[in-house]
């Protein structure tokens, strides 16, 4: 774990990574205490209700779409993709600033990921678990998901390997499941503070047995360690390739505006762009109401802002190369794409998102407007709407005018779309809501480990 | 068991003994506490990594080698401290990935040239550039699974009992709270003289831990 001396400070900002005076018991009972002993507060039940009221919209509309059929949604030919693998992609690039803040940051030593890295990881997994819905939705006849895995089975036939859409099964699935792991090693700690320090029965025991027994054996640290190092080893170009994965879904077919290379790197930017906007969204009230202000500092307001300008940057940089190539590819299709985009019917679309995803964030390099909290919140929901727009934009504007002007037609999600995507938000928020009331929402072994008693001295 | 060097002389005490009860009779035919419950080791408590990293160097350098702190956090210096510096957990996920990687390759080889080859697009039956996003998955799937099942395995957890969870005061090992013990099946465990020099290491309290 990097326990380096804490002279980076003024590299970055004045700001501390942790407010000094934190002790190991202080910051111990600060962040168990949100999960033991406080009262849940009424906001929380308030949250969790609306969310999960929204929740039920999904099953709702899941179930009238079993029955149904998907000529529920907005989609048919020639745009068949639609919101579902709009969503889809919307929701799993949010995951992956999970990942980069505990996979790629730890690697990279940088310690301010400490006291964001397990709630960005729970709101990786969780938005996983939406996305990860849509395509199997999507696929007409949900039940037979199961199909997409190579099993053995009475029709002797085997899925085809050469698909993108079943590289895509691979990487999400496997993705879903070493992030789901590297959040719970991280948990075990965690869990063996919450199991001593829990004062009823229940919790002991459901603690305890999550806890596995971890009792802080140097020995155990010491693997503990190496594992959390190599998973994040490993996380690190999974998550890199997850999204160069789904990007493989648009730029292996051949529709124009998809057919491009740039499109995996400019896809995994736009992810972690997405994601740190929602790291943003979901932590600046969180930090107010269950007062980590100590905890989660300006620095990590700054440092935050800072990645979602520079991805920020490289999307921009991805969307003018996507009007170059269209210019200079010579090719008829490409250029008819981008003119279609800027001035065809869904040109608002496309300059909503010009506005949204790459004048808004030039703020960012203000450093008042980094300081001002509600400003850098709004900042937030506006890329996260504009990461929205970009893959409305990429998915609709090249599949509802092609090749054929005969076969060209126009999108309009129904009302079931948007049922969909606010059921998935509900779903977010239900599983996020759970997750702060039961779970300690900062790794505090973790944090033990970046206070300056923390240092042995020789 | 390639846990350890096997020249390092710690090296058969790497895993915390799974049945600490035939202790009993190495504490007893000592001659020390008879008719007292089995004893598990003696553990000293500290209340600084400094005190405890310090203390470890010393009873290592004294001669005991069944020994190990506990912390509420991973203390690089306390590992080296109690001689335990080697683990073969890297090598559990290279072989992992390496037989994801060579597994997740061959299954679509298998399924797509020997087994039921399909004409795709032309495509070569073994089109092995479009196998790889797959193997890379499986590469890493099977990687991460070592490292965590590995992990668990090597510490032999989930272990819902443990001697040590019994000494007072233990349950600050996950807050705020360091500890040193040695363990009664140490070659050179003698009960009284053990205590004697745990209480010269600058320690809070000193406790026998019974099983």
């Known amino acids: 774990m990097p326990t380096e001396p804490h002279n980076e400070g003024h590299i970055h900002t004045t700001a501390p990574v942790v407010a000094p005076g934190l ?60 919101m579902d693998i709009l969503n889809f992609v919307w929701w ?43 395509p199997i939705m999507h696929l007409g006849r949900p039940w037979l998901a199961y199909w997409l895995f190579p099993y053995p089975n009475t029709m002797g036939i085997w899925p085809q390997f050469r698909s993108p859409l079943m590289w ?23 869990f063996a503070t919450l199991r001593d320090r829990a004062r009823s029965k229940p919790f002991q025991i459901v603690y305890g047995m999550l806890a596995l027994g971890w009792r802080g054996s140097a020995r155990h640290w010491h693997r503990y360690e190496m594992a959390y190092l190599l998973l994040a080893g490993l996380a690190t170009p999974l998550v890199l390739s997850v999204h160069t994965i789904v990007s493989f879904d648009f730029a292996a077919g051949i529709m124009p505006g998809w057919h491009a290379t740039i499109f995996p790197p400019y896809f995994v930017a736009g992810a972690i762009y997405a994601g740190f906007a929602m790291v943003l969204l979901l932590t600046i009230p969180l930090r107010k109401v269950y007062g980590l202000e100590n905890f989660i500092t300006m620095r990590h307001m700054h440092n935050m802002a800072k990645v979602m300008l520079a991805t920020g940057l490289i999307v921009a940089y991805g969307y003018v190369m996507e009007a170059f190539f269209g210019w200079y590819s010579g090719n008829k299709y490409e250029r008819y794409m981008i003119w279609n985009r800027m001035h065809g019917p869904y040109a608002y679309y496309y300059w909503a998102l010009i506005l949204c995803n790459i ?27 504009g990461m929205w727009l970009e893959r409305f934009v990429i998915v609709v504007t090249s599949l509802h005018r092609d090749f054929l002007p005969s076969s060209w037609g126009m999108y309009q999600p129904s009302m079931w779309d948007w049922t969909m995507f606010i059921g998935t938000i509900g779903f977010f928020f239900t599983l996020l809501f759970l997750f702060l009331r039961f779970l300690p929402m900062i790794s505090i072994f973790e944090m033990r480990t970046i206070l300056p008693e923390a240092e042995v001295e020789e | 068991m390639a846990e350890d060097d096997p020249k390092d002389e710690t090296w058969e005490h790497d895993l915390e003994d799974p049945e600490p009860f035939h202790h009993a009779t190495t504490a007893t035919t000592r001659g020390r506490r008879r008719g007292a419950p089995a004893l598990y080791g003696i553990m000293a408590e500290f209340d600084n990594p400094t005190d405890l990293v310090a203390a470890a160097r010393r009873t290592y350098e004294k001669g005991y080698r069944r020994i190990n702190g506990y912390s509420p956090y991973p203390i690089e210096e306390l590992s080296e401290a109690i001689g335990f510096t080697r683990t073969s957990l890297p090598l559990i996920v290279l072989i992992g990935g390496i037989l994801g990687g ?13 087994d039921y080859p399909l004409n795709v697009g032309g495509k070569p039956f073994n089109s092995w550039p479009a196998f790889i996003p797959i193997t890379f998955e499986c590469t890493v799937l099977v990687a991460s699974f070592a490292a965590v099942l590995g992990m668990l395995v090597l510490n032999k957890l989930p272990q819902p009992y443990h001697p040590v969870f019994n000494a007072p005061n233990f349950a600050l090992a996950t807050r705020d709270k360091f500890f040193l013990v040695i363990e009664a099946n140490d070659p050179v465990f003698k009960h009284d003289e053990a205590i004697q020099f745990m209480r010269t290491l600058g320690g809070i309290e000193v406790n026998d831990v019974e099983i």
């Open chain 1, 23 to 82: 002790t190991f018991a202080s910051v111990t009972d600060k962040i168990s205490s949100i999960v033991l002993k406080r009262k849940t507060p009424i906001w929380w039940f308030a949250g969790f209700a609306i969310s999960f009221v929204l929740f039920q919209l999904m099953l709702l509309t899941i179930t009238k779409l079993v029955f149904e059929g998907i000529g529920l949604w907005g989609v048919n030919i020639p745009v068949a993709w639609g």
């Open chain 1, 92 to 134: 799993i690039g949010i995951g992956h600033a999970g990942t980069l803040i505990s996979a790629i940051l730890l690697l990279l030593r940088q310690q301010w990921r400490t006291s964001i890295n397990r709630f960005a990881e729970a709101m990786t997994l969780f938005a996983v678990a939406q996305a990860g819905m849509y």
């Open chain 1, 168 to 190: 895509d099964v691979f990487a999400v699935s496997t993705y879903a499941t070493v992030s789901a792991m590297f959040w719970f090693v991280g948990l075990i700690p965690d």
């Open chain 1, 359 to 385: 004048i808004t964030p030039q703020f960012l390099w203000i450093k008042k407007i980094r300081a001002n909290l509600l400003v850098l919140w709004v900042i937030a929901i506006v890329v996260s709407i």
């Open chain 2, 102 to 114: 060579l597994g997740g390759f061959f299954m679509q080889y298998w399924m797509e040239v020997i």
